[in-house]
């Protein structure tokens, strides 16, 4: 394996885990690895272009998978925690990932090695998301059904939207990658690595040195920004549905934007302009990490117009302010 050239720029990809689940109707396996070799074009486009990539990714629609298996045969199997079931599916989206990517490469000529990596986070246990746990979780529930779950597995539920009940856990603030060291080596020799799946495992580091998993599930964006503040990345290159970000979305007055600094994203993120659950959470993690790297930049665009988003041609990007 060929160490590449120290001046070849680091690119980490935060890709969605509804790239390869976008719909309800997409949880088959085919239909997934379907998905991924799509994805796995536009992810080569960037080596093409000549970026060092390191790959991460969601898992929401996957671990939901894993979770309602789990809970549907509660009665005859072991309940799977929900940091088993983040382990679970960094493996799975890893294979397919690894599978598309590789033949992507192969087909383009390109002798670049795939690798995932399964990866812990460690997180905080006195966060104060664990006394306030929101995030949604498996399947929705009757009411009835969701309290008595309450009182015998220790469970907090909540009601969803109006779409019944769900279980909720805290999603704590990621505080370090436990596996960067060998995610490090391996980008510097070459590989295009996968990693910090879902969030990555959540663990907690005992008073002794030992790390323990811990029910919880870490924001995939929040994750990648440490991941890209850590590795010392040129980018931070957040996928989604649209290809720029805008001002007033939705609305009459809606502005695209093509570019700008970070103390204008940092306004127009206090001002509301980005939605919490949507283009809010990722324009504060590129924030999050430039400010670790002040020369860093970001970019949000949607995974199809990620190789004209290189050349500045679309996108949004977030680059350092003026000195």
């Known amino acids: 394996m060929e160490t590449r050239n120290e001046k070849q720029p680091v690119v980490v990809v935060a890709v969605g885990g509804n790239a390869l689940v976008p719909d309800n109707n997409s949880f088959r396996a085919d239909l997934q690895q379907h998905n991924a070799r799509l994805a796995a074009r536009h992810i080569v486009d960037m080596i093409e272009e000549g970026w060092n990539v390191v790959l991460t990714h969601g898992n929401g629609p996957q671990v939901g998978v894993v979770l309602r298996r789990s809970e549907a ?6 309940a799977t925690p929900v940091d088993f079931a983040v382990g679970d599916t960094q493996g799975e989206i890893g294979y397919m990932m690894q599978n598309a990517l590789g033949n992507e490469l192969a087909r ?5 090695p795939v690798v995932s990596v399964v990866t812990q986070v460690v997180v905080d246990p ?3 998301a664990f006394a306030s746990p929101d995030k949604p979780i498996g399947a929705f529930m009757a009411e009835d059904e969701a309290r008595a779950l309450s009182e015998k597995e220790g469970w907090v539920v909540r009601e969803d939207s109006g779409r019944g009940w769900r279980r909720v ?17 391996l980008v510097q020799q070459g590989a295009l690595v996968i990693c ?10 005992e008073e002794n040195g030992e790390l323990r998993g811990i029910e ?5 964006d929040r994750a990648s920004a440490i991941l890209a503040e850590t590795l010392g990345a040129d980018l931070l290159l957040i996928p989604t549905g649209v290809e720029r970000i805008a001002l007033n979305f939705g609305k009459p007055d809606q502005k695209w934007l093509e570019q700008i600094t970070y103390r204008e994203a940092a306004g127009f993120l206090e001002e509301g302009h980005f939605g919490v659950g949507s283009m809010g959470p990722k324009v504060e993690a590129i924030l999050d990490y430039m400010r670790g790297c002040p020369e860093g930049k ?5 995974l199809d117009k990620v190789r004209s988003a290189l050349k500045q041609e679309s996108g949004t990007w977030i680059v350092p302010d003026p000195a």
């Open 126 to 128: 006195h966060d104060e």
């Open 73 to 78: 045969l509660r009665e005859t199997i072991p």
């Open 169 to 185: 856990i805290a999603s704590p603030k990621p505080v370090r990658i436990v596996e960067l060291e060998a995610v490090k080596h």
């Open 108 to 112: 383009r000529g390109l002798k670049v």
């Open 216 to 220: 919880a599930v870490i924001d995939k």
């Open 298 to 302: 970001g970019v949000v665009t949607s």
């Open 196 to 205: 910090c799946g879902g969030g990555g495992v959540p663990v907690i580091e």
